[in-house]
DNA sequence: CTAGGGTTAG
């Protein structure tokens, strides 16, 4: 037995397993006749062994486990936790499903398995019953399980029962608060995580760490804090953080999505360790979006003869610069060249290609390839070409993409009203009612966007027609102004396409419609002294608002950065850093 | 002893 311990101990000491140590303990275990000892404990970590190989024995493992006459718990979770890593983690709630209903007990390890599953293949219902299961046994004293069940909540969307989870766990350790700040970060509620960490700070139980920042920053990141970013940067360099990559490109995404370009290439340029595929990617993509087209392929090209492999992502940061600064034919040449360097194109390289060419006015190539590509399943595609299509007023495609949406099956509201708008332009009111109609019948739920604008370290949110803002009288009689401005400069023609298919009554408020209106009007009130304001959008920025922050930035003569899920966008001297955006 | 929290793309 000291003997079997001793060999075990070889297997799985420094990751290089070898299958033959395996196969010997199993030949042992067999002719001893100890492998249906229940309370042999090598058993279950052979067949862990083999549930975990790289080398997809998965099936072998079940069949080992199939030979024993009297499972233990150990041995059904060492195929749990195969099947839970594997590619087909619902398997793994079907084999927790059949532990249930034997009579074989449960442990902690079961449920944290378990429940790795259901993170990885959402699975409210299941998460639930794991919940009850985990309550009735008192395992929620234990601060690993307590963790991974916040953790699934956060991942399944359920931030309440996650938030509900970290208050009612018995014992937390660093990793529950860092899976709650991760978690909110992801889960729209950034500014939540923010606060999360700086009471962690304040708490001082913790000592925030790698994975804390990450969190941190990423949520930063999302509302383009910078302030509160620095800080935390500040906090990186302190405590020596910055030695770790990921903590490194988390730092660099974090500037590069707040707009500060300069300080994120600064991190990049003197970075400590050693740059990894992710670090050069999050670069790429930074001066992508930011509508720096040259410098980004540039460094795309330095990345290769720093001797890294570029990826799917670096494929994908390449073709959005090329997309962004117009360079059509670098797009189709670069996508082209994929294959050849060994990188499978996925849906989002084929949405760039797409977008490119259909900007470009190329619908023709831009529809072949989505028809190459589309079996059927994938709508974004088809929005993408429905977009290029308004963009130069093709009614016959407009229509044929937008009869492949309905056929698939869709209930966004863009799609619908791009194509009214598109009938709109050409004065066909009778198909845009028919379209109206449609929208209506299918119950199209609008989607609120909302933006965000930070204004001396505070953030301040705002929703379409928002009247929540303490200031909501101030900003509303800021747009007024802002209208009259614009109307005084000479640019009525500008405003009547923003007015443009907007219903009469609607008609005198349509300044005040978007988010991001009421954002840079808040920020102008806010922010006399500054060049430049900065507003953050979710989701992308319209086209009306496109235009008439360009009117804003011209009459007020400031610079308005713009970041919305997509792009950059920097207003100047009447003019938007991204001439071929609309 | 075995288990939990993590960077780019969306």
Redesign the pocket.
Known sequence: MANLNALLQKCSSNGAVSHIHIKQLQAHLTTTGQFQSKLF?VR??II?FYA?SPLNELAYAHALFRQINAPST?DF??VL?GL??SSKPTNAVLWYRQMLRGSHRS???T???A??AC?RVLALFETLQIHSHVLRHG?LA???????L??VY??VGEIVSAKKVFDEMG?????????L???L??GNLASEAVDLFKRMKMEGV?K?????V??A??AC?HLGAWKEGDKIHDYIREERLDM???????V??MY??CGLLDKAFEVFDNIKCRK???????MV??FA?HGDGPRALELFEQMGRAGVKP????Y??AL?ACNHAGLVDDGVRLFNSMANCGVKPNM?HY??VVDLLGRAGRLQEACDIVKSVSMGTDM?LWQTLLGACQLYGDVEMAEIASRKLVEMGSNNCGDFVLLSNLYAAYERWDDVGRVRKAMKNRDVKKVPGFSYIEVGGVIHKFFTSDKSHVKWREIYEKLDEIMFKIKEYGYAAGTSCVLHDIGEEEKENALCYHSEKLAVAFGLISTSEATSIQVFKNLRICRDCHDVIKLIAKVYNREIIVRD??RFHRFKDGACSCKDYW
């Open positions: 404990p279950s970590k862990e975990l150990n979770n060492a936790r839970a890593h442990d902690a390890l449920c944290s398995f429940l790795k993170a395992f234990d601060a690993l399980l307590g963790t991974t916040l953790d956060a991942k014992v937390r350790d660093i990793a529950s608060w860092n899976a700040i991760a978690g970060a992801q913790f925030p760490n790698e994975v804390t990450l969190g920053l990423a990141g770790n990559v990921v903590v490194c490109n988390a660099i995404d590069a999505k990894s595929l992710v670090t050069w990617n999050t993509m930074a979006v990826d799917d992502v670096s994908l940061a959005c989002k949405g760039s974004v899920r997509v």
